[in-house]
């Protein structure tokens, strides 16, 4: 499959910045809940930083990138917190970063596309930890290649986070708010110069998810015009433990399914699965379908705010009502069941 990437001179840039971050070894004396923000004289684009390796174990910077990701950064930091027997996988899932990250690794680490491009660039690299690694992670899909886009973004921050962490290992109270109402430390640029500032935190608006032609469905239940029973439904997306390819990408994702379930009786009245953002638009369609085929239940019960996001204006338009509640014990069920015969099949001793 071919890849477009960046030009050679900013990715010689990205290197650089890297090799000159990793030199410094600001792990030995941050703590990956240090938070500080870069913000992008290009476009206004904000990574929120985090160095981590005190550990011993990995070392890096993590960029969050935007309102989404520091939400993500949030819900790591909150998972240290967590029983992860009572979590399932697709609150694991959810709680991934959304992050580029910049890590260095064992030469034995790396893919035959990153050696082929540190080669291309002349560079090369000796011992433990020490060859450069650049990745998008993203809840949903397996770490991938940085987009070339993401090569100056990134090069830019990695030089600021380099600076600094310089700066705190002379004054390691350097991130420690005065004002509770601006916690974060902030470089950005102010009359061409890039300059300290505190920020707030970033305004979280409502996560907006494709949906389906509303108007195109009003038409099919007009037409069809499905009876209306006293049913109710359990709805839930989630993950499925088994990566898929997507072709136009090759990015290995995680796919999500739409399972919808009978309460009364416990059976299964339709499953779906697809991967990426497509999903929001065809989950409600195939529970629309389903609502057209077995009539229209009641009540459709939910346990996740995206179920409800997508799902409330086609449950309006066949006039279901939909309620949240916190647990959908019949379908988290038959759920597990799923997943472990999935796990189970796909098993390397499978």
């Known amino acids: 499959?071919?890849?477009?990437?960046?030009?050679?001179?900013?990715?010689r840039e990205l290197y650089k910045a890297a090799e000159e971050f990793r030199d410094l070894s600001p792990w030995s004396y941050m703590a990956d809940t240090d938070l500080f923000a870069v913000v992008w004289p290009e476009n206004g684009r904000t990574g929120y930083c985090s160095v981590f390796g005190a550990g011993g174990e990995i070392f890096g910077l993590a960029v969050f990138l935007g309102t989404r990701g520091f939400r993500s950064f949030q819900l790591?930091?909150?998972?240290?917190e967590l029983d992860f027997s009572q979590v399932d996988d697709t609150d694991l899932m959810e709680r991934l970063p959304y992050a580029l990250m910049a890590t260095f690794e064992d030469e034995?680490?790396?893919?035959?596309?990153?050696?082929?491009?540190?080669?291309r660039l002349g560079l090369d690299y000796h011992g433990?930890?020490?060859?450069p690694l650049f990745r998008l992670h993203e809840p949903g899909y397996a770490p991938w290649y940085v987009d070339p886009e993401d090569v100056p973004f990134l090069a830019f921050v990695l030089r600021e986070a380099r600076s600094l962490a310089s700066r705190i290992r002379e004054n390691p109270n350097l991130l420690e708010p005065n004002d509770a109402s601006r916690p974060i430390f902030t470089r950005r640029q102010v009359d061409g110069e890039m300059v300290d500032a505190w920020t707030e935190e970033p305004f979280e608006e409502t996560r907006r998810y494709p949906l389906p032609d509303l108007a195109a469905l009003k038409n099919r239940i007009r037409f069809q015009k499905p009876r209306h029973t006293t049913a109710t439904?359990?709805?839930?997306?989630?993950y499925l433990p088994r990566m898929l390819v997507r072709e136009e990408s090759g990015r290995p994702a995680f796919p999500r399914v739409v399972m919808c379930v009978d309460k009364a009786t416990g059976r299964v009245l339709d499953t779906h699965a697809a991967i990426g953002d497509?999903?929001?638009?065809?989950?409600?369609?195939?529970?629309l379908e389903a609502m057209l085929r077995r009539g229209v239940p009641r009540k459709i019960l939910v346990q996740r705010l995206d179920v409800l996001a997508t799902l409330a204006p086609v449950a309006e338009l066949a006039g279901a009502k939909l309620g949240a509640v916190e647990q959908l014990d019949l379908l988290d069920g038959l759920k597990r069941d799923l997943v472990a015969d999935i796990s189970d099949r796909y098993s390397p001793e499978g």
């Open 278 to 287: 497509g999903f929001y638009r065809e989950a409600p369609v195939r529970v």
């Open 233 to 238: 439904w359990e709805v839930d997306y989630f």
């Open 76 to 80: 790591q930091a909150s998972s240290q």
């Open 108 to 119: 034995s680490d790396l893919e035959p596309r990153d050696k082929e491009q540190i080669t």
């Open 1 to 11: 499959m071919q890849h477009t990437e960046a030009p050679l001179a900013e990715l």
């Open 128 to 131: 433990t930890k020490a060859w």
